[in-house]
Structures are given as structure tokens and as C-alpha cells.
């Protein structure tokens, strides 16, 4: 009995140390934000302990999570919710059932995961599809691109834009009743860096006549060149997503070489003869004083040009928005930019606020001093918080002024 009640001790004091983490002092409801970095570290865990299958253990235990949250479309009294496809691809569409005085707005939206993981199904991704859809009376196409490790960029670049080149068609257009001078794309972390990407390579493409009106981009990730940022050395350890995580996320999407992988930990992998590209993502020049703080910028450490041989995908501008020229920025559409300040991704999007401002594009930035990142997604069950709650309504409200 004395054995298995010191067992009991000693497993409880060892749950309680590892839930109880201490956060920042700027997060509210702390034990919620306790909870949900215990669970997320418990993946992160999985990456260190993990090399060689790493990737198969990581994906999984992730799909896992995917799979649990997943709901299947379900219609209610305000939006009819049905799974099909465009082009192709699978998409969820939420269709509203409220009368419409005209035509309605549309967003096309990609959800996060990395790269590798989620769906427009899951729970999060169905409340915050339903309630745009509901709240602003308009028709959402939610992707179901393929994921990593099964493929890899530039896959699930082409499945977003195969689908919103097919939905921006007049025909499809008039087919669900939208205006086709009231379409937004939109997505948060990897669906913000997709969402980024869709909407320069709209602009090169002569074969689409409508144009966006507005993109969103949700604490999106938009570069590879930089992964040493300030916001990267603040925030390695943060709830959700650790510098450990987007690094196996960012070398995922690319190849399941672990070459590629050690040298992006190690910030040492674009060759010399691509470092031209430094200057898009320079944060001494593109964040403010603020944000930048007292880190003290360095020099690029070169890496070989063999990684850059075998993956070039890594300096291409369609999976990394910010390595795109001045040139190819003008004539993008009305912004929303949401940051959070403890997030990896933080800088990635406050030096695409500074470029788009530069090159004469609108832009909304938010950045949530209170947030981590991912928040949003916890805006509904079953671990709600507040600071979703509160972002969530402010992307709908920009949505309903600028859409």
C-alpha cells in the first residue's frame, strides 16, 4: 500500500510540474494557456526524442489530434455546410441561408497545420468557417489541400490556387451568387503563407480577370531565409508553437531529407549565390524600434548550394510571400495582417506589413500584445479563451468594412 501511494505522489507531483509551466504575465485565463502548452509540448517532445521516423512519429500524433477534432458537415438554421469539390479538390462549402438583398461576399479560406496536418473539418475550422459565413452573409470555400510528408511543395500551393482560379470563374461566381468585386482570400499560419502566395500569383496571371478585393493573413508564416529572427529568439519556447516545431514544419514541406531539417536549425542553408534574396527579409530595416528591442542583427551564415540544388522550393517566392520583389507587391489588394507578440511568426508578419505599406498597398495590422500563437482557434470548445474570442470578432469586423 505505502509503494503504491508513493507511486501515486511522486506520478501526480511529476502531471503537475509538467502542466504547471509558468507563462508570461501578459496572457489571461493562465491555467487554460497551462493546459493547452502542456499539451502541445508533449508533440514537441516528440520531435526532440525523434529522428530518423521522427517525421512519421511528429505527422501522426498530429493527425491524431486532426482526427479527433474532425466534425462532419453538418447544416444548421443559418448556413448550409456540404463537402465537395473544385477542380478537383476537396473543399467545404458554407453557403447562407439568409436572404440577400444582391450578391454576396465570398472568402476562400486555408487552414494552418504546417504543411502537414489539419482540415477545413475540424472543429475550430468548421465554428470559424460557420460564423463568417453566418455573420457577414457570405459563401465560404474552406480548402482540403494534400498535406506533408505525402507531398510536398509545391502540392499544396497548387491545390489552394487550382481552386481559387476555378471559384474566381464568372461562371462559378454566378452559379453561388457572389459579387465578383467582394472575394477575399484568407488562412492563418501555413494557410496564411498560402493565402499570401495565392494572391501574388493571381497578379501574374492573365488568364484570371476578377480580382481580390482583400486578403486576411493570420499570424502567417512567410519566409525561410531568416529562422533567427527576434521573434524567433524571444518566442522559441512559447506556447503552441516552438522554433523546434516550425522548423520541422518548414523542412517538411520542402523534403523529409533530415539534411534540409539540421541546416535550417542551424540558420545555415541558403548559398551565398542567392543572397541577394537577405534584403526582403532584413529585419534591422523592416521592423520598428520597438520590435526589434536590443537584438543586435548578424550576417547570414552561408550554407552549400547542394540543399538549394535539391530543394529549391525554399527560395521560391510561392512559398515564401516575403521573398517576393517590391515590383511584384504593387496591385495587391486591401491587407489584414494579424501577429501575435509571443509567436515565432511575429516578425514574418509585421516586415510584410512594412513591404506591402512600402509598395502602396492598404494594410490592417494587428498585433495581439496578449496572444501566442494559433489563439484564434481556440474560440470555441472544448478549451475557450477569451483572446480568441476577441480576435476572431476583430478579423469579422475588418471582413465586414473591407469586403
Known amino acids: 500500500m505505502g509503494a503504491k501511494l508513493l507511486c501515486l505522489c511522486l506520478t501526480s507531483a511529476l502531471v503537475a510540474y509538467y502542466i504547471y509551466t509558468p507563462v508570461h504575465e501578459d496572457f489571461e485565463e493562465p491555467w487554460k494557456v497551462m493546459l493547452i502548452s502542456a499539451g502541445f509540448r508533449a508533440v514537441g517532445h516528440l520531435v526532440s526524442l525523434t529522428e ?31 463537402d465537395t469539390e473544385f477542380s478537383n479538390v476537396a473543399v467545404r462549402l458554407y453557403l447562407p441561408r439568409k436572404p440577400s438583398d444582391g450578391l454576396r461576399r465570398a472568402v476562400v479560406y486555408f487552414h494552418g497545420g504546417g504543411w502537414c496536418v489539419g482540415q477545413a473539418g475540424m472543429k475550430s475550422y468548421d465554428h470559424l468557417s460557420r460564423w463568417t459565413s453566418n455573420m457577414l452573409n457570405a459563401v465560404v470555400v474552406s480548402v482540403n489541400y494534400r498535406l506533408a510528408p505525402k507531398y510536398h511543395f509545391p502540392v499544396q500551393f497548387e491545390d489552394v490556387y487550382s481552386v481559387t482560379k476555378f471559384f474566381l470563374q464568372s461562371s462559378v461566381l454566378s452559379q453561388y451568387g457572389v459579387d465578383p468585386d467582394r472575394v477575399c482570400v484568407a488562412g492563418d499560419s501555413a494557410g496564411g503563407n498560402l493565402a499570401a502566395a495565392v ?6 496571371d492573365a488568364e484570371v480577370e476578377t480580382k481580390l478585393k482583400a486578403q486576411a493573413l493570420l499570424y502567417p508564416a512567410l519566409q525561410t531565409l531568416d529562422l533567427n529572427l527576434p521573434s524567433y529568439r524571444e518566442n522559441e519556447n512559447k506556447p503552441i508553437l516552438s522554433r523546434l516545431l516550425m522548423v520541422r514544419f518548414w523542412s517538411e514541406y520542402f523534403t523529409s531529407d533530415s539534411s534540409l531539417r539540421e541546416a535550417m536549425a542551424s540558420n545555415s542553408y541558403v548559398p551565398v549565390e542567392s543572397s541577394h534574396l537577405f534584403q526582403f527579409v532584413n529585419w534591422s530595416n523592416l521592423l520598428p524600434e520597438e520590435v526589434k528591442k536590443d537584438h543586435i542583427y548578424t550576417s547570414p551564415t552561408y550554407g552549400s548550394s547542394e540543399l538549394a540544388q535539391k530543394y529549391p522550393g525554399f527560395l521560391d517566392p510561392r512559398a515564401a510571400p516575403l521573398l517576393a520583389s517590391d515590383a511584384q507587391l504593387r496591385g495587391l489588394p486591401l491587407t489584414y495582417i494579424l501577429t501575435c507578440e509571443h509567436d515565432v511568426l511575429r516578425d514574418d508578419g509585421v516586415m510584410y506589413a512594412t513591404r506591402l505599406r512600402a509598395a502602396g498597398v492598404p494594410v490592417t495590422h494587428d498585433n495581439a500584445k ?15 479563451l477569451a483572446i480568441g474570442h476577441r480576435l476572431l470578432n476583430r478579423y469579422i469586423e475588418w471582413l465586414n468594412e473591407n469586403l
Open 52 to 82: 530518423i521516423p521522427g517525421s512519421i512519429i511528429l505527422i501522426s500524433s498530429l493527425m491524431l489530434i486532426t482526427a479527433v477534432e474532425y466534425v462532419a458537415p453538418m447544416s444548421d438554421e443559418n448556413v448550409t455546410v456540404t
Open 199 to 204: 494572391a501574388q500569383q493571381l497578379l501574374q
Open 370 to 384: 496578449d496572444a501566442f500563437h494559433g489563439v484564434m482557434m481556440f474560440a470555441s470548445g472544448p478549451v475557450e
